[in-house]
């Protein structure tokens, strides 16, 4: 029974690395086109050396950003330094002329487990203050956080850029999801749902999230509930499979106590990997192996 439930694990894992590899762009399919001013704290991270990749993000307040905290690490689960970032706010197409923020510093969560993807959210600092506009329909605005529990099935909205490191980039997309039984989800993740995590569907077959969308925001009620974070399956969506979310009210007196951090963690070796591990241990030694094959196709 063990042996067959870890084969389980490791396939259906694989089958999660090899469906968010096969497509990186677009980032949401499926989705419509958002106006300007529609969703005025998702914000787009270019991260690298050269800024070969990407994350979403949600304005915080004036200074800090939101994201997840796999989109923190390197291929290594090194923290990657604070350089390594650009912030893109108050545009629905990220290009050369979109504003470009620098951050100052990184705060990830002290318990993030690159294996099992617990507590997978992290902060970003930026160099001086995003300017919110006085008006009616601001470009950038601070979210408002979500603190209250959303039920099963209810419909809330994802959204993402379709951003491209060459070419022509599309314009910024909404993507309509619903919460998805929580029961059900972690038996498709085989134990791996923590009461952190929350869990969402597609409304059609042909509608899906890919990789990019980490650390991007999911909107209830115009409130943010989650963070983006595992179960991209771009391209590959049928009734079988769901998303990943790290839960944003779990982590509202984390989120708080960054605001006013004064250290600024080194990059490099930290969090150290599984230290977030409550899963059990088959669960531990699929999600290392995933790990293991992500980092090396999809980085």
């Known amino acids: 029974m063990a042996l067959a439930r870890f084969t389980w694990t490791i396939a259906a894992l694989l089958l999660l690395v090899v469906s968010t590899h096969s497509e990186l762009n677009p980032f949401l399919i499926g989705g419509a086109p958002a106006s300007l001013g529609a969703y005025p704290a998702t914000v787009g991270i270019n991260i690298g050396q050269p800024q070969t990749l990407f994350c979403g993000g949600t304005i915080l307040n004036t200074n ?147 990789l990019p969308n980490r650390g991007g925001g999911l909107l209830c009620n115009g409130r943010l509930t989650a963070v983006v974070s595992f179960g991209l399956g771009c391209g590959t969506n049928t009734t079988t499979t769901a998303s990943v979310l790290t839960q944003v009210r779990y982590y509202q007196p984390w989120i708080q106590q960054q605001f006013v951090r004064n250290d600024n963690p080194p990059p490099g070796t930290t969090p150290m990997p599984g230290r977030g591990g409550s899963a059990t241990v088959l669960v531990s030694i699929g999600a290392i192996l995933f790990a293991v094959f992500s980092t090396t196709i999809m980085r």
Do not use: K
Not at 99 to 114: E, I, K, S, W
Not at 166 to 193: K, P, W, Y
């Open 64 to 210: 800090h950003v939101l994201t997840a905290g796999s989109c923190v690490l390197d291929a290594q689960n090194n923290l990657r330094p604070a350089n390594h970032f650009i912030i893109r706010s108050g545009v629905v197409v990220i290009d050369a002329a979109a504003p470009a923020t620098a951050v100052d510093r990184v705060f990830v969560h002290q318990l993030y487990n690159p294996f099992t993807f617990e507590n997978d959210i992290a902060v970003l600092r930026i160099v001086g203050q995003f300017q919110f506009p006085q008006v009616g329909t601001p470009n950038i605005a601070p979210a408002e956080l979500q603190d209250r529990i959303v039920p099963e099935n209810y419909v809330c909205q994802i959204v993402g850029w379709n951003w491209q490191a060459t070419g022509v980039s599309h314009a910024l997309q909404q993507l309509d999801v619903f919460v998805h039984q929580r029961e059900d989800c972690n038996t498709l993740f085989n134990g791996m749902i923590q009461n952190s995590m929350l869990c969402v569907r597609t409304t059609n077959a042909n509608q899906a999230l890919c």
